[in-house]
């Protein structure tokens, strides 16, 4: 694996070149003049990039000093994507000090200016005193996502490492954080970097591919901290090792023996799921989104209505004429709610989404459905789906309050007389609730 070793101080930084030196490491060298760099500062900022002479050397690794608070050095690059970052002496304090590494710049920017499309800050916050708390993010092009846990570490010296993700135009780009020390991660041991022992990962909010292999930045707001960043072209963990955010199967085939379809497993709850071209028939067709159920034990009958909190159903039944009409509802406990007085669409192809809020000891499992071409909604914009355009909402179910157990798979169960195009979950809901 390439890497790049660079201290990086903040009493003294002298603009010197690149140079990929013995073992692939990028390691101190020459200054421009020919003479030897001042070492009493700890400075360790690389060599000429090419092998002759220094009228022909690369772009500086460092730019030279800059003020405290504003102090902003450009990294040498590996010449092909950055995949893996590892920080030694990580520190910012609680008086809004932040160390911030930034991807895919032509030139550099403030630590607050907004990022492009295809663009990466990795941002270590310290926070204030005694506000705000420390945050660690990802900013991926204009979207912040935070990091979920304590990030209080920040704020005395420690060791992080990363993997680095790209995605592309049909995947999201994933960032994924260890702290060396903690859950059995040792930065320096690759063997230790697992999904298990991971700090915490996030995902960028929409697909798109990063640009990791130039502009790359690191920014301190001051201090005298000299941390040493190594970059790496090689993950330590597979993309396909880390839970999607969101999955989609498709063809969904069942039979009268077997009518339960497992879903695939998400790296967080589900709180969203779209059921495409979706269809009940009459007589009795069925088809019933299953939270909070074991695996069952008999596949060919239809699961029992929910019996406790921890269970919510989402039904579709296809009714039987004349006596029973199409019916949507949701049951959750003992509780049935009807979600629409006339439910005749169900005997045609729909596709239909809904959100699911994770409820808890005091608040219910709030659900809000959409029906993609009805009041404006389409259920693949998501800037559609808003309570105006809702079909159906249930707030309340008779003061049950609770949480499903999303802990277990979601079952989808469809008879032969129902029918399924796709099933797509979500970790994230349309609705912030």
Known sequence: MKTLSIVISAFCVTAVGCAEGPGGTLDAGALPDGSAPDTSLAQDLGT???????????????????????????????????????????????????????????????????????????????????????????????????????????????????????????????????????????????????YATRFAHVWAEAVGALDLSQGLYFYQSGGTQTPVITLGDTPALAYDAVPPPECTLSPVSTSAS?????????????????????????????????????????TSVGPAAPTSTQQLRVQLYGGFQPHVGPQLAVHYEATSTTLADDAAFLNATSTLCFDIQDGSATTPPTLVLWRDGEGGADCEDWSTLTLETAFASVTDYGGVVGAPDKSLPLYLYQNTGGSTGAVTLFTRSALAL
């Open 258 to 298: 077997e009518r339960y379809v497992a879903q695939c497993a998400l790296d967080a709850p589900v709180r969203h799921v779209r059921l495409t071209d979706v269809q009940v028939a009459d007589p009795h067709g069925a088809v019933s989104v299953l939270l909070g159920y074991p695996a069952p034990e008999d």
């Open 48 to 194: 000429q990039r090419d092998e002759g002479s220094g009228d022909d050397q690369g772009p500086p690794c460092v730019s030279g000093q800059v003020p405290a608070g504003a102090q902003t050095s450009p990294l040498c690059g590996l010449g092909v994507p950055v995949r893996h970052v590892r920080i030694e002496g990580l520190v910012a304090t609680r008086t809004h000090a932040s160390m911030q590494l930034f991807f895919g710049l032509p030139e550099p920017v403030g630590p607050r200016d907004a990022l492009l499309p295809g663009q990466l800050k990795l941002q270590f916050y310290g926070g204030g005193a005694p506000q705000p708390p420390p945050d660690v993010a990802a900013y991926f092009g204009p979207d912040s996502v935070g990091f979920p846990g304590e990030d209080d570490f920040v704020n005395t010296a420690s060791t992080v490492c990363m993997d680095l993700h790209a995605g592309s135009e049909s995947t999201r780009a994933l960032v994924v954080l260890w702290r060396d020390g903690e859950q059995g991660a040792d930065c320096d041991d690759v063997a230790t970097l697992t």
